[in-house]
């Protein structure tokens, strides 16, 4: 049995989650079942998983460090996290956060379910604080889309002898990046949709515990709520996250490459990544980041101009979500629920292409 605390996290990737009995094949296979026959621990995959699901939820595991359960989407999962907070309960989350969640938690608040306060993303006084009343922290950094660093480390240590929840969305830093069950942290989600998978071609997500209970009460959410993930999709997931080390290298040495050139082109007014010294959390994300991850966000002078540069593209596509080896870039306002962003913000999931050529297509498209 592979150890995960033996292994390099990019030999991980690659090593575990494979059946390892002689005979067997060398990649688990796409167990398209969804009954099994009696006199095992194995009756029906949607209350105890399959063999499938289960490969994928290994790998992710020993990189966290926690025990995973896979799901139909990142919003299954996020919903699957949330709902561990009692009826009532305040639930805290960041002012800049992925939309789903804010669209979520903001209709549980109108239904009664919890109450719901934000706070900046930055203010880890804030955050500290809130730990005396709130039943749930719900952590986002780097931030959905303005790339705000909050002090994970801080503020899970803080809340680590309290009852107060602390849950992290790690899908833009990846498990390479950050691992918040380390610094006490309660539950990780993913959205396995994005680097995770890597290629666009599914949906996925993934919740991470580090308490046994946790991740009893998470698997009783997705048997009774039915967010089981696809038998194909996680197939492809895990074929997706064996590549996962250097898709994100490469893709993360052409986001600092093109930040750079961003921030001193002339048509650009403003240019989050922070990997940036410049940025204003680039000195807490060196420090609790292994990486700064691909995602650049810019802004140009208006709306107009930015869904120009959108048009323009050639090589980098015009479309929503991210971390797949194609670079994508989209105006974020134009979203219904996020009009409160900068109009001309551009967000960038970087890919893996030759940078120049990423480089080229940016500059003729934003040219004025």
């Known amino acids: 049995m592979r150890d995960p605390e033996k292994l390099e996290a990019e030999t991980w990737l690659v090593s575990a989650g494979r059946p390892e009995a002689a005979g ?6 796409l167990v398209a079942a969804s009954t099994f026959r009696h006199g095992a621990d194995r009756g029906y995959a949607r209350n105890e998983g399959s063999p499938t699901w289960e490969s994928l939820e290994t790998i992710v595991a020993g990189l966290e460090g926690g025990e995973a359960t896979a799901f139909s989407s990142g919003m299954a ?3 699957a996290a949330i709902e561990l907070v009692p009826v009532g309960g305040e639930i805290v989350y960041p002012a800049d956060c992925y939309q789903g969640v804010a669209t ?3 209709r549980g608040a109108v239904q009664g ?7 900046a993303a930055e203010d880890t006084a804030g955050w500290i604080a809130a730990i005396d009343s709130a039943a749930m922290l719900w952590l986002e950094s780097p931030s959905n889309p303005l790339l705000a660093i909050g002090d994970v480390a801080g503020i899970c240590e803080a809340a680590r002898d309290s009852d107060t929840l602390v849950a992290v969305d790690n899908t833009f830093a990846t498990p390479l990046n950050q691992r918040p069950l380390e610094r006490g942290a309660d539950v990780v989600v993913h959205s396995a949709t994005k680097y995770i998978g890597g290629h666009s071609d599914l949906l996925c997500g993934l919740a991470v515990t580090r308490s046994g209970d946790l991740t009893a009460q998470i698997r009783t959410s997705r048997i009774l709520q039915g967010a089981t993930p696809g038998t194909m999709e996680v197939f492809l997931a895990t074929r997706g996250i064996r590549t996962l080390a250097v898709r994100l290298r490469t893709a993360e040495a052409n986001a600092f490459e093109l930040a750079t050139r961003l921030q001193a082109h002339p048509a650009v007014v403003a240019t989050r990544y922070p990997g940036l010294a410049e940025h204003p959390g680039h000195e807490l994300a060196a420090q609790q980041l292994d990486g700064f991850g691909s995602m650049i966000s810019f802004d140009l002078v208006d709306a107009a101009a930015a869904d120009r540069a959108c048009e323009r593209m050639q090589l980098v596509e015009h479309a929503t979500s991210l971390g797949g080896v194609e670079s994508t870039i989209e105006r974020r306002a134009a979203t219904p629920g996020q009009e409160h962003l900068p109009p001309g913000l551009l967000r960038m999931s970087v890919g893996i292409e030759a940078v120049e050529d990423i480089w080229s297509d940016i500059e003729q498209a934003i040219a004025q």
């Open 24 to 29: 067997e094949p060398l990649n688990a296979p």
């Open 77 to 79: 999962a996020i919903a």
């Open 104 to 106: 979520l938690l903001a």
């Open 113 to 119: 379910r919890w109450t719901v306060r934000q706070l």
